[in-house]
């Protein structure tokens, strides 16, 4: 059982290049949910989804695109990188149980972007 | 809307001696509340969450969190403080869109530094 798994863990990008953050969980999870977090600093919701085929935005949505097609992966995608795109990048997920009660979110490692 | 507050950007504690991170929630109906740890370069961990039941709730790494809901404060503690411990720690609260999907408002963060 991997848990939540990301790819790759470093990554430099130019400005202007794109690029896709792999996601992947094992854990039959329903929600699932992308974060980016800049040095010394908190969490900051990109996107996220509650099934195959059902995303929405977050707070910090704009120069990131997101599928989900199946209820294993959760692809996050930069078209036009950017000097304020230099971040982490978090992938988690999470389930509710039988009486609807929320879970906790499991977290990936981290894909750690630059983009110069 | 469901939010936490975490006052303290940091907390020195010295080895064996009782640590507190202090969170404040401000939630309509009951509250679910999550603690994570984030370790350097690492992706947040589950520590603890409190649905229900007993105020006094035990996690991993012998860390607990009070649930008090007169001063509505859930505060995480441990009695007695390793350095391994110096972390970056985070209460969060779930909250339900309009679409009643789920997502976690997450606190800044305090970040805890052991000394020897």
């Known amino acids: 059982n991997a848990g939540v798994t990301q790819t790759p863990k470093f990554r430099i990008l130019k400005i202007g290049q794109s690029m896709t953050l792999q996601c992947t969980q094992d854990m039959n999870h329903n929600y699932m949910y992308w974060y980016r977090q800049d040095p010394g600093m908190g969490l900051k919701l990109i996107y996220y989804?509650?099934?195959?085929?059902?995303?929405d935005k977050g707070e910090v949505p704009n120069g990131y695109n997101v599928s989900r097609s199946t209820t294993e992966d959760f692809p996050l995608r930069l078209e036009l990188a950017a000097p304020s795109q230099t971040s982490v990048y978090f992938c988690?997920?999470?389930?509710?149980?039988?009486?609807?009660?929320?879970?906790?979110?499991?977290f990936g490692p981290g894909t750690r972007l630059t983009v110069l | 809307a469901q939010s936490v507050a975490q006052p303290e950007d940091q907390v020195n504690v010295a080895e064996g001696n009782p640590l507190t991170v202090k969170c404040t929630y401000s939630v309509s109906g009951n509250p679910y509340l999550f603690w994570y740890v984030q370790y350097p370069n690492r992706g947040l961990q589950f520590l603890l969450k409190y649905i229900t039941g007993d105020n006094l709730v035990k996690g991993s790494y012998g860390f607990e969190a009070e649930f008090n809901k007169s001063q509505t404060s859930f505060h995480l503690k441990k009695p007695s403080a390793l350095v391994s411990d110096s972390a970056l720690y985070f209460c969060a609260v779930p909250h339900r869109t309009t679409d009643s999907w789920w997502k976690l408002q997450f606190g800044s963060g305090t970040q805890v530094v052991g000394t020897p």
């Open positions: 988690a997920s999470s389930s509710t149980n039988l009486a609807g009660v929320y879970n906790e979110q499991f």
């Open positions: 989804s509650v099934g195959a085929g059902i995303t």
